[in-house]
């Protein structure tokens, strides 16, 4: 028997308008369900794991995407304990804000609801299916899982794991669903399926979130790349600007929001760029300058028109010395990913312009771009991040799982 | 010189940065500024009309399409008194909240925020034109206008009325432009240009909204029609419930937030279908009805299949009985088009479940469809109606033409 797509998606769907109705305390029990499921059930996890581990050694897969792969029971239990910390988190459906009376007598306010179904697309980490169905189910919604052919046998363990505790609680097991073949044609069927799918989430590399945007018939969540920028003032604190750039770059530089450019002030250049230049150097990092700033750095390159959209991932730096404040604002408006921007500066009128002028995703004053994160934030848990403007921007939460409508309470009021 | 869409755009998205800029002072100035430039350049925005009633006439354009594009004396007047109303909105932009402090000691919050450029696709109403360009302007965004061809003539001319006050105001002008070339590739061309511009709202019948959705590359606010539902409950107040059908059936059956639908509870049908077929005939409304109902109808036809999924948009109703409250539900899911719902009931538990149990956009208890509107729902304007659910879901008001960023503010800390 073929598997059909659409189908598979209707049974989300379906699932979704119960999901949508539970309370919270349903919600949470099932949550603990799984994960008491994870605990009990480590070995068919595990086995299943091995298999995939198996085939990417044959596949001959890189140490890091193998580590990535990997299951052991002690992750499967911090696993676990991260579906409990979902579980912990307040639910935001059924909010309801702004309610007001109109002249007539009608109440009007907002309600907060799930949004319906989510696909969630994804390459080799099977800890992502237990991550993305957990926040799902808390936010009322139903999930699409559609991870990586390396991790298939992992997710689909991990996920009937999941289904069984849902079972049990008397919740649609098509809540949380692993799309059962990683092949691309049913992939390109799945991202047509508007009448039943809301959102899509890519996580992964560039090339993962161009496909899925360029192919999804359903609006997508996009984060290509981040390019953070750290604009050290005329009026910087210099021992604060050099711990921002050094937890910036060199604290985790794989990724998206470490620092990729340093923007200096060239009234403070002679200043700080010597202490930036020996912090560098003593972490290791490749540094391309711009001709004013190369004479700072002992080992540097200048810079080339690339440099400054260039997101290095690794232990490199983009170094510019600007003329002025509205030179750096410039510079980060054309150059940006839309990711996280910060400005060192104990001048309380230029923090004020840059709160105003930079509408990054993440705006920050005096802080390390490494926050930029929605546990580092206080979101509790993140399902992706958002580089464009609509629906959600920035590191994504339960909230960015939801939307709102509008609710109307009358005594019969009619319009004249 | 040809026309290049990308540079139309580019200048929209140079301009869409000065905007979000602007103080709610400096924003409501420039639009006292139109209005006042709408008054006084009447002669040349009447003069542009009387072109396009012209060849309106010429090309046979019906009655009703001729009084849409008709601009006299009096309708600039309501068009100089909307843009004031805009002005005296509260501006979303700016408004921080939740900003809260992390153990760390730095305060995260959110900052709204305009999206940046947003396009209008609309058909030949020139009061868009102004209304349009007024709230993009009040919420910081650059608007790129593109109207149909009937009302080309009078778009510029107000436009270009709007463009001399942005001037008078120190505003670069391409905040509010017309695209002069209502060509179709050219439309392909621009719902291409995803690095200008943020969204794209259509305005118009449910063809150019597919003809918008389906070539787009940027997000678009989609709103194809509205089936709205009045279910009667076995516990209505049966003269509210009939209050509830006439207003929204007939003050205005063209509009979106009109009923189509109308479901019965059985335990009451024999009750209220008597009195809903004397007013509804009164009022020359035609019925189909379900076979249940169809007896208590004077002159009404048979529902077949496609009439639960029709919006009439004219004086016809479908009407159904049915067993219980969950087959009530279990009709709007199937044939709701996410815009508006009613209940009638004075049970508190069934009245608080229908709040739960229906997501369409307005979910209303004792209140008629009527009041989904911007206006009536108290937004003061409305720029559109999404039924998709991500961003904005209903009447759209200025804060969904805005969106929030993070905020970061610390005094050096750094990640561990």
Redesign the interface.
Known sequence: MSFSVSEFCQRAKAAS?QL??LTEAEKNAALEAIAQGIEEQQASILAANALDMAAGREKGLDDAMLDRLLLTPERLLKLAAAVRQVAALPDPV?QIRDL?T?PNG?Q?GR?R????VIAMIYEARPNVTADAGALCLKSGNAVILRGGREALHSSLAIAAVMQQALRQQGIDPAAISVVPDPDRDLLLQLLQQKQYI??VIPRGGEGLIHFVSDHSKI?VIQHYKGICHLYVDKDA?L??AL??L???KT?RPGVCNALETLLVHQQIAEHFLPKAAAALAAQQVDVFACAQSLGFFAAAQLADAQQFDTEYLRLALSVKTVPDYAAAIMHI?RHSSGHTEVICTQDYSTAQRF???I??????????S???DGG???LGAEIGIST????A???MGLESLT?????????????S
């Open positions: 308008l949508a109705r059924g007001t109109r009608i009007v309600m609801i799930p949004l319906g809301d959102l609006p604190d021992d604060k711990a921002l050094l937890n910036g604290q408006q709160i105003r002028d509408n990054s995703a993440v705006v920050m004053v005096n802080a390390s490494r926050f930029s580092e934030l206080g464009s403007k609509l629906h921007y920035g590191p939307t709102e409508k509008y609710l109307v309470l009358g005594d019969g009021q009619v319009r």
